[in-house]
């Protein structure tokens, strides 16, 4: 029996999700041990915060650039916008979860009222548009990467490319939002 992943988009789409998910759970309740990931120095830690804030503007515009180019009838260009955020939203995850398997979260150091109200519903909003998003950034990328530029068109890439690129946005903005409190305003 063959098996061509064209024909399994929606059960890749949950392995990968779970997969992902689970890795993302599993750093921020403490489930990944640290002695298992090597330590990198102080500074290289410091950095991983403000390397992400780079990453997440560059995501961004490469995200906008793709709906730019999707709209103006230039797949390619979108095709290589939209990887090249998907990319950066990797290389996000991955330091993510670097620095949090081995320092653990960064807690809010300003004061308790803009903790509140301001911290903890941007936070929470990022990350339920973070976790949302998985799954269908994953299903529309499987889409367009498992068939040819010319049946992407017959497929729910659009539908589901508009809401994962609404979603990714959102999150990428409100995650440097997140960032500015933390590291910038306090």
């Known amino acids: 029996m063959e098996f061509r992943a064209r024909n399994h988009v929606g059960g890749l789409t949950a392995a990968l999700s779970v997969v992902s998910l689970a890795l993302v759970f599993g750093a921020v309740l403490g489930a990944i041990p640290r002695a298992a990931i090597p330590h ?3 500074e290289v830690l410091r950095a991983i915060p403000h390397v992400n804030a780079v990453i997440s503007t560059i995501a961004i515009v490469t995200i906008l650039a793709g709906i730019r180019f999707v709209r103006r009838g230039e797949i390619a260009r979108h095709r290589q916008m939209m990887l090249a955020s998907f990319a950066l939203f990797a290389t996000f995850l991955v330091l993510y979860l670097y620095k949090v398997v081995v320092q653990g979260t960064t807690e809010f150091p ?8 301001v911290y903890l519903p941007t936070l929470a909003i990022h990350m339920l548009l973070a976790i949302v998003c998985v799954p269908v950034v994953y299903y529309a990328l499987l889409l367009a990467m498992t068939r040819p530029i010319s ?4 497929t729910n890439h659009a539908r589901f490319g508009r809401l994962a690129a609404s979603l990714w946005l959102v999150s990428f903005v409100l995650g440097n939002v997140v ?8």
Do not use: R
């Open 40 to 42: 990198a120095s102080e």
């Open 110 to 117: 300003g004061p308790e009222t803009i903790y509140q109200f």
């Open 151 to 154: 049946e992407v068109f017959g």
């Open 179 to 186: 960032y500015l409190l933390l590291y910038v305003l306090y």
